[in-house]
DNA sequence: GAGTTTGAAACT
DNA sequence: CAGTTTCAAACTC
């Protein structure tokens, strides 16, 4: 039934297409090197509707599936049309009929292919077929059919078809892409499941990978950088794997590296299937995507598949949102969360409008898995709990995510390997020098190459980058820098937790819901992989008495919208610390304060006394002082500052470069970019937080997500200014008074905020920048959400 | 590196 | 909600 009924579908779908703006759209993408343009315009899409407001976990789980429908929307578009009637034949006859569409999908399907392409190279070139799109996809896809696409394929159709609850639910939430979405996602249950006991798990893959690459670079850009890395570090670490590959398909990877996403995603496939014999490829690809199960068969694939049957059913239940997403965030460890929710925040910001619509609920399932720790390969996975994801999220999206990622990926994978060995601290060193190392070649490849920053970056990969910025401020910022520099605070923060045992926000680690890891020196650390469970529970009781004890700490005006031009916006950090600061000896110079360890300027909502904060006094009057006191730092700082630049220079570049050309909705990451660039700004903790929701956030990520934001944001601050981010920052806080209550603790979290969508567009504006203020991870969520 | 200071987090 | 204790980071020496 497949082949004929896909050929059918597909003409009929093909007409559908050609009516459809979509179709017209790819048409303009260019059929035949499908994959750059339509990578291009994939990229495109994320990234200009990448905005997510969404980035609070609780109130719009949605965004998930929001995120993953906008990227499969923005990818398989096309397809859309047509899977309503039959998801699988028609996604693939769709994808035939668009050699872009087609070539991901066939990324996706490829597990057939694969199957049939590791018999036959050829044929698991992605990138031949992109070659060839129009014949080839619909041959792809009957061949994938035909050999395990077939068998998946048919149930999974046939579900669709017949479960009515899923269809409609994909209906529900958006015909075709949902419909699709859905497909997929049971196709993907259907491959885990296979997975478990067969090799199926490459088709899963495949399809998770495109939708991963796709998603997981909110903005193409970064998916593409993304996916260059990791195919780069694959092909550094498995050599083997990848070098019988590459030997199939070496012009094949290179292409797909350069080309799209979706060319990217065969090849990660591929890149895959070598990762299972070689971990480090597979943690490259988990970066990624959610490759751990595969790549990891070995002592994560059980706890793994056990996560994806749960996941999937979830997301049947949820509407068949993919499951693949979760997955892969859950992987990631800590960061996960941030990249998923800043994916879910670009894609309803691209397309809020209707794809977005998904239901709230569903995002918040989704937020909930995530949060949830899969088991999936006790490795790092889920790092993160749930209630941090926000932070993380905004974070994790960025680039600089990714390379976090991978370092706690592979830490965690290592700590999977390892036992428990460092009950306090994995020792991803080992691991992530690696990728670290090859994560920093990479930015600095990317970026502006900086090496020094970008390393800097990797090492303290995740939130620490933001810190760093702050950090040069401050003499022990310089000390940090320093440090970090060799320390890599990097991947994670590190905690010295005697007591706690890492399962207490005392622990930073803990608090910004990343596993402990090597550089940690804390003792009786529960805070690991392995102790998933207890770490979820922990978290869950702490949310339950605290529903934002995992907010980020700071929340910043986002320029949503900034204009670029304006340089007001960038002046203003409108960042202010959620719950406000209690500092009674220290005036609030020293981070003692949280408000200035963030980087923000106390508001009316801190009871400190003695105010001195020099990011924005309580009564605001400090305001000129403050800016001018920042300046004054970053000149101090300036070696350092400049370093930060430097280290963020790559992603600023990136973000004005992106930024120019897409409106890219403000995503937390491009604050994060501010964070980071900012001189002033705070360091070490808050960033965490306020790296997620100020943007600084980014920093977990690393340059990955960082890259992202900036590109999302295509804040005009950054791209049209480095120092203006450090400006808006100091502005920002200092006008942070005006949002400073409403926008940091209202912060109740998420809907709080969140619901007025006007809050973004209209609290923002208020102050003089229009900026809003937005919770790091929630930001922009707001207007999504509300629309529901 | 040890000790002190500080303020958030946790507890009552 | 307020007061106290616990905790770990920040800071000092």
Redesign the pocket.
Known sequence: MDTPERNQIGATSVSKFEDSPVFNYINNLSPIQPVKSIHTSQTFNSLSFASLPSVFTSPHASSYKESRFLRRHSISDLSKPDFSTEDGSKVETDRGATGNVAELQDDSSAPDGKSDSLSNPSTELPSERPVSTNEEPQASKSDSSHPDCDQKLPDSVLKSGEDPALSDSCVKNKSGNESSEAEENKQVINHTEEREGTGYDWESLITEGADLLIFSSPNGSEAIRLVQKPLDLVTGFASSTLSQIMENDNANLSKMRIADPIECSGGQHEIEFLSSQAGEACELKDMDQGMDSLSFPNSSNSVSREITDDEVARYIADDCKPASNLYRGMRRRCLDFEAAVSRRKNLEDTSNGGSVSTHPEEKTASMDKQLVPYKSGGVATRCVLTGIGLHLNALATTSKDAKNLNHEKFSSERQLNLPNSSASCHSPSGGLDPLLTSAVTERDMDPSGNGVQNEEDGARASAYVLAEDFNQN?P?KKRRRLEPAGETESSCK?????????L?????CF?AGVYCIEPCSCQDCFNKPIHEDTVLATRKQ?ES??PL?FAP?VIRNSDSLPEPGDESNKTPASARHK?G??????SCL?????CY?GGVGCSISCRCEGCKNAFGRKDGSSILGLEAELEEEETETNPKSVMDKGLQGPEIQNNEEQNPGSAIPSTPLQLSRQLVPLPFSS???PLRSSFLNVGSSSGFYGGHKLEKPNILRAQPDLGINTKPVSEDEMPDILRGECSPGAGVKTGSPNSKRISPPQSDFGLSPLPRTGRKLILQSIPSFPSLTPQH
């Not at 590190?494 to 890492?502: A, E, G, H, L, V």
């Not at 020293?590 to 949280?594: F, L, N, R, S, V």
Request: hydrophobic letters at 10%; a positive charge.
């Open positions: 401050s022990k590190r905690c010295n937790c005697k007591k706690s045992k890492c207490k926000l005392y622990c930073e608090a702490i008495r605290n004890a700490k719950r600061c209690n500092c009674k000896k220290s020293k981070k003692y304060c949280e360890q360091r070490s903790k």
